[in-house]
């Protein structure tokens, strides 16, 4: 990888930046249907695909919805239908011994775990259970109390920055630098589950990387895994993309998630990708070396040519193998004399020439 230009970050034992392996995290969110055994088959799932990290979002129905809240919302399935959307997150949500089950259980599977936070009271659990660092989700980047709150527990911080301007992304880094945090990445992020192509707008990750000196990743919500694979190859040093173990459970997010399979085609292409990326400079690779004679050319004698002959453009051929004069100075050789004869297909040599 490249020269490390931006600051690193630490989360657990794994370093984010550009001079390291992108940090890959299996979003199940809310696809294990409010199942604590299905949650643990996320977790196991995710570490056999080779993700760095799981995340679960920790919430409380009351405490995100409005419980008067008219606005219904088409759940497939896991609430019968069209319920409201305090309805859904209540079946979606996971108790504090659920998460602390997950916690430990992802400690014992050798993988990371973290959550999304929505409030106060589950920044205050989970930074009880020691977990190495904090998710934003893209509708709170302007709940600048929260993020203010979050930060003062003095942990990493990943934002998602999904309907977002540039000044609110300011405003919600700018908010966790006051509390003194310079361990932050930057997602970028469409919302809209799953974006049309022409929505994602890749290029702001290069943005993104002008703008702020902290690492930047991407939240990815489209289908399938080319978008995730050219954001990596833009330098984007994390990755987050849903998870689940089958499109055609009930629930919100399980049709546009990948499968334990796919997950594992993401971290391979991934990795493919960061053995390909090479340092930079433009030069001959080890086996191009050994090409080098065989697949170039040089300048040859077309036909027999006498001693003293003044060599005419007629007289020589530029062809493989690369023994001879560099084809480049072909017309540096046509005008010269031969100091001795030589045959047809002989290559042309410097010592030959007067």
Same mark, same amino acid.
């Given at each position: 990888m490249s020269q490390d230009t931006q600051r690193s970050v630490t989360i657990g034992d794994e370093i984010i930046g550009d001079s390291y392996p992108a940090?890959?995290?299996?979003?199940?969110?809310?696809? *294990?249907?409010?199942?604590?055994?299905?949650?643990?088959?996320? =977790?196991?799932?995710?570490? /056999?695909?080779?993700?760095n990290a799981i995340k679960f979002q920790a919430f409380s129905a009351e405490l995100l919805c409005d419980l008067e809240l008219t606005e219904t919302k088409k759940v497939e399935g896991i609430t019968g239908g069209t319920k409201s959307s305090y309805e859904m997150y209540k079946k979606l949500e996971l108790s504090n011994n659920q998460l602390a089950e997950l916690y430990q259980f992802s400690r014992k599977e050798g993988i990371i775990f973290f959550g999304s936070v929505f409030d106060e009271e589950h920044v205050d659990f989970l930074d009880s259970l020691d977990i190495v660092c904090f998710k934003i989700s893209s509708g709170d980047l302007t709940h600048l109390p929260l993020i203010r709150y979050t930060a003062q527990k003095r942990r990493p911080m990943i934002i998602s920055t999904g309907m977002a301007t540039m000044d609110e992304v300011r405003k919600a880094v700018h908010t966790i630098e006051g509390e003194g945090? *310079?361990?932050?990445?930057?997602? *970028?992020?469409?919302? /809209?589950? !799953? !974006?049309?192509?022409?929505?994602?707008? &890749?290029?702001?990750?290069?943005?993104?990387?002008?703008?702020?000196?902290? !690492? =930047? +990743?991407?939240?990815? *919500?489209?289908?399938?895994?080319?978008?995730?694979?050219?954001?990596?190859? &833009?330098?984007?040093?994390? #990755?987050?993309?849903?998870?689940? &173990?089958d499109h055609n459970l009930d629930g919100p997010d399980h049709k546009m998630s990948l499968d334990p399979q796919e997950l594992k085609q993401l971290v391979?292409?991934?990795? @493919?990708?960061? @053995?390909?990326?090479?340092? +930079?400079?433009?030069? !001959?690779?080890?086996?191009?070396?050994? &090409? #080098?004679?065989? +697949?170039?050319?040089?300048?040859?004698?077309? @036909? /027999?040519?006498?001693?003293g002959q003044t060599i005419t453009l007629p007289d020589v051929k530029i062809v493989k193998p690369a023994s001879g004069i560099q084809p480049e100075y072909l017309m540096d050789v046509v005008g010269k004399r031969v100091t001795k004869a030589v045959k047809r297909n002989d290559p042309i040599e410097w010592e030959l020439l007067k």
């Open positions: 940090f890959i995290v299996a979003e199940a969110g809310v696809n *294990h249907n409010g199942d604590i055994k299905l949650a643990k088959e996320l =977790i196991v799932h995710a570490k /056999d695909a080779g993700a945090i *310079h361990n932050i990445v930057i997602l *970028h992020c469409t919302a /809209d589950y !799953p !974006p049309r192509d022409e929505e994602i707008n &890749l290029s702001v990750l290069l943005t993104l990387k002008r703008m702020f000196r902290y !690492p =930047i +990743g991407f939240s990815d *919500h489209s289908i399938g895994l080319e978008i995730a694979y050219a954001a990596r190859a &833009l330098g984007a040093t994390m #990755i987050e993309k849903h998870f689940t &173990l391979f292409g991934i990795r @493919r990708i960061e @053995r390909a990326w090479g340092t +930079g400079v433009k030069e !001959p690779t080890h086996a191009e070396q050994n &090409l #080098i004679f065989s +697949g170039r050319r040089a300048i040859k004698a077309a @036909r /027999d040519i006498q001693s």
